[in-house]
């Protein structure tokens, strides 16, 4: 039997998304392994986040 897929969280804002990525990058987060990772997360987030923006205005 399959395993059921994770229940998705629920999505942030594209404003939390944005500054979770601003502070990130201000703080020199990139360096590591860990902060490369989290960056590329936080995009897919935060694209997801515009295309919920953007359904939401049509």
């Given amino acids: 039997m399959p395993t059921p897929p994770a229940?998705?969280?629920?999505?942030?804002?594209?404003?939390?998304?944005?500054?979770?990525?601003?502070a990130l990058l201000s703080a020199g987060g990139l360096v590591s392994s860990e902060g490369r990772r989290r960056y590329q997360e936080l995009l897919v987030e935060w694209a997801a986040a515009v295309r919920g923006d953007v359904t939401e205005a049509a």
């Fill in 7 to 22: 229940s998705p969280r629920a999505a942030r804002s594209l404003a939390v998304v944005n500054e979770e990525i601003r």
